[in-house]
């Protein structure tokens, strides 16, 4: 395969979020992401776009090692997040998802209460029923769903509505204190009216964390991105910022696909 | 090292443990039956009469009285959980109804064997007179199998799309002309499929038949319904109370390994059953 | 048509109520007709005693053992299958515990005589390895595969999404198991449990020929080295002797009246938890 042109807009201030190097993916005999380097600057949110199949979940997956309980998953090359190896930088599997959260497309609340749906990943003990309250209170606010629970805080997270369980879903993740959120199309199984209040508790989250977010809505794109990874066939074709991405000078496949006409690759 | 991680490990290590007593355990199970089971098993085995009680011979008649036994009650179980079935998936508009019979029916599995054999005696040996018998064996085999046979073949009807039903009425079928041209059809691969699990269940079963059905040795065909059979299970009972017997020990393994073959053959059908009688449907 | 499948379903939802009836109609003069002790326990017919107790606590004994043992060992061997990357063993675990699961249990039972009451025997250096622990040993081995299939049918029946969802917050495998896996595929375990159990109760050959068949409570009574007897056993060993009609004869219906009205209610909830759907998040 031919390497992939890749052009990196790097923010001078911060060093990169993840970095890929020489990495792949396989699905059995199957190569279903092969992304060479990409970099993903910090306390940004980076969309990766394309056609559905061309790998940009499977790459998702891969950056908090999700993947790994799949049977036939399997990769090649290294992703480096915040300088240290994904494999080997880190004490162990936990420590790694503990500082790379993710949500994912589904909505799927435990079958417990809202606050122990928040508490959930929180492990520590020692943390008195006050700062759990707190803690509670902080996630809850910052997904922006509040004001809307927390008059029933112990009734089962079941009762929410869909949108209100993604939300749910992003405050049970930041209880974990991560440094990097990995959204999984989090937008695309509810109502217009709940995405856009998702999409403004995601853009609210930027100056907290770094955001990486697969996407196939073009325009949530266009709203949102700082910066635009446009996957096709597991292959990067372009990155860049959102201004870079959706202008005149953007590669012609880029600019097809943003441009929301079919995309033959 | 966490608390968190170190418990992770012990579970890890419990369950490789766990798992590794469970294999031991079904591979000494196998194994053995299999080991011991092929050193008895031979052609003159399986085809020549039980001489001595058992302890040399072959088993020739305890595989034909076993297979007598489970061909008399497929004839017995299949017309009533047929009807049954069918009863339950196209006649019954009551959901109140069609639980209760499923609540009848279901609670035949919860009855050991043992009172199957214990009912057999009371109602058809000594009150009916039919003393020992293979058909009462035969009876009680298809009484204890009809569940699996009904659920079985009721699932395969329920799954029918219910667009084939509007459209047999629509053309005019009556109900019956219905059942017997499309419910039927469509629903043989679960029939067939509940009547060889539940035959490969009851060719095992020995409580139920002991007593009522049975005779350890003497006994060649049966040339009535009132004479007793030798069977498989029955004959592997009276080998193994005479364990301390090396012959007889020696014999009651290879009647056990032609048993479970059988029960494996009939699986093995049923498995083909239903992957194989499976009729293609429109999505 | 109609009348062919309305009289088939008369006639199989009546059979429970025939057996049921025969049954109750059959215990009555043990339970009517003489001054009977029959919650005492000693059983001996010649003096006209029929205690039941020693084989009552003989089946809840046996099938105690049988499940404490059977019942970790099959949820955690369940647990490894359900949660293991390769679905070659899985395949071969699943297809070779469903031909275990189908053996015959009179070929347990001669497992229990030929090798399994020698063991116990020579392990506890008893006369004779036909004992309480050796038929509960025997059980538990029988009800085993039945466990680890259908726990493992309801844990790998939960779905993918909410193991990720779990693992993604930094859960340990542990974990989330215990905290998610768990609790969603509780109801279908303990129906796999509830069946194991009627199973083990309902047991005549394999316990029948290891246990002994010795009518008196063990001494001290959780001697589980002693022989003993259960109902099922009982009723195995003496139906054929006794004359039909007499007192024994009823109060060995009785008894088994005793065991259908567990086993019934035990295979009636599992049946119940299993069914139940729309549970998985």
């Known amino acids: ?265 | 090292m966490s608390k968190r991680a170190a418990i992770n490990i012990i579970y890890a290590g419990a369950l490789r443990v766990a798992l590794l007593v469970s294999l031991s355990i079904l591979a000494f199970l196998i194994g053995s039956i299999i080991w011991q089971g092929s050193k008895a098993l031979s052609f003159d085995f399986i085809f020549s009469d039980a001489r001595d009680f058992g302890a040399s011979g072959g088993i020739r008649y305890q595989i034909l009285g076993s297979l007598i036994l489970i061909a008399v009650s497929a004839l017995l179980v299949l017309p009533l959980a047929l009807g049954t079935a069918i009863y339950r998936s196209e006649y019954v508009t009551s959901e109140k109804l069609g639980r209760r019979i499923d609540l009848a029916i279901f609670s035949l599995n919860g009855i050991p064997s043992i009172t199957y054999g214990l009912f057999g005696l009371i109602i058809f040996v000594n009150l009916f007179g039919m003393g020992i018998s293979w058909s009462i064996g035969s009876i009680l085999l298809a009484m204890m199998i009809l569940p699996t046979v009904t659920v079985s073949s009721y699932q395969a009807m329920r799954a029918i799309p219910d667009s084939y039903r509007e459209n047999s009425i629509a053309l005019g079928l009556s109900r019956a002309q219905m059942v017997r041209r499309v419910i039927l059809p469509q629903s043989l691969h679960g029939v067939v499929t509940g009547l060889l699990i539940g035959l490969a269940r009851a060719i095992g079963e020995t409580a139920p038949i002991m007593f009522v059905a049975t005779a350890f040795s003497g006994v060649t065909w049966p040339r009535s319904i009132n004479e007793p059979v030798s069977t498989l299970p029955t004959h592997i009972l009276a080998l193994a109370q005479q364990a301390t017997n090396p012959d007889a020990l020696r014999n009651a393994w290879g009647t056990s390994f032609s048993l479970i073959l059988i029960v494996i053959l009939l699986s093995t059908l049923a498995y083909v059953a239903r992957h194989k009688l499976q009729p293609g449907r429109p999505q | 048509m109609q009348r062919y499948a309305f009289l088939s379903a008369i006639i199989s939802s009546g059979l429970i109520l025939v057996i049921l009836g025969t049954l109750v109609i059959h215990s009555g003069p043990a339970l009517f007709g003489q001054d009977l002790d029959l919650f005492s326990t000693t059983w001996d017919p010649s003096q006209s005693q029929y205690g039941i107790i020693p084989m009552v606590f003989g089946t809840l004994f046996v099938m105690c053992i049988a499940m404490v043992l059977a019942l970790p060992l099959g949820i955690l061997s369940a647990i490894y299958i359900a949660e293991t990357r390769s679905d070659r063993l899985r395949r071969i675990l699943k297809s070779s515990l469903e031909v275990l699961a189908g053996i015959p249990s009179i070929i347990y039972g001669l497992i229990g005589v030929a090798y399994l009451s020698l063991w116990v025997a020579d392990g506890f250096e008893l006369q004779t390895g036909r004992v309480i622990l050796t038929a509960g040993l025997l059980l538990a081995l029988m009800i085993l595969p039945t466990i680890i299939t259908l726990s493992e049918d309801a844990i790998s029946g939960v779905s993918r999404q909410v193991r990720e969802n779990a693992a993604s917050l930094g859960l340990y495998k542990y974990e989330v198991i215990k905290h998610v896996i768990l609790p969603i595929a509780r109801p279908d375990i303990a129906g796999a449990s509830l069946l194991a159990l009627g199973r083990a109760l309902g047991e005549t050959m394999a316990v029948m020929l290891v246990i002994g068949s010795l009518d008196r409570l063990p001494s001290p009574l959780f001697n589980a080295l002693s022989s003993s007897q259960t109902i099922t056993s009982k009723l195995g060993r003496e139906i054929a002797e006794t004359p039909f009609g007499s007192t024994h004869f009823s109060v060995l219906v009785f008894m088994s009246l005793i065991l259908v009205s567990f086993t019934l209610i035990i295979t009636l909830a599992a049946q119940k938890m299993l069914n139940q759907e729309a549970r998985h998040v």
Request: hydrophobic fraction near 40%.
């Open chain 1, 1 to 265: 395969m031919p390497k992939p042109d890749l052009k990196l807009v790097r923010p001078l201030e911060a060093a990169p979020a993840i970095r890929l190097e020489n990495f792949q993916a396989w699905f059995g005999e199957t190569c279903v992401v092969n992304a060479g380097a990409l970099e993903v600057p910090a306390h940004k949110i980076t969309c990766l776009v394309g056609p559905s199949g061309s790998g940009k979940s499977t790459l998702l997956r891969s950056l908090n090692r999700i993947n790994d309980d799949i049977s036939a998953y399997a990769m090649q090359g290294k992703i480096f997040v915040q300088g240290q190896c994904n494999h080997a930088g880190f004490k162990d599997i936990t420590h790694l998802r503990s500082k790379v959260g993710m949500v994912f497309q589904r909505p799927c609340v435990f079958p417990c209460s809202i606050k122990e749906n928040v508490l959930f990943g929180v492990r520590d003990k020692t943390l008195s029923k006050i700062d759990r309250a707190a803690l509670v209170e902080d996630c809850l606010k910052s997904a922006a769903l509040w004001k809307e629970v927390s008059h029933r805080l112990d009734s089962p997270a079941s009762t929410l509505s869909l949108g209100q369980q993604q939300r749910l879903c992003i405050a049970r993740t930041l209880a974990v204190k991560p440094d990097i959120l990995l959204l999984d199309e989090p937008t695309a199984s509810v109502d217009p009216v709940s995405a856009r209040a998702l999409e403004t508790v995601i853009q609210d989250l930027k100056t907290r964390f770094t955001i990486i977010m697969v996407t196939h809505d073009i325009r949530q794109t266009k709203r949102i991105a700082d910066h635009v990874v446009f996957l096709c066939d597991g292959e990067i074709i372009e990155t860049g910022s959102c201004g870079h991405m959706f202008s005149k000078i953007a590669k012609p496949k880029t600019r097809t696909y943003l441009s929301e006409e079919f995309c033959d690759c």
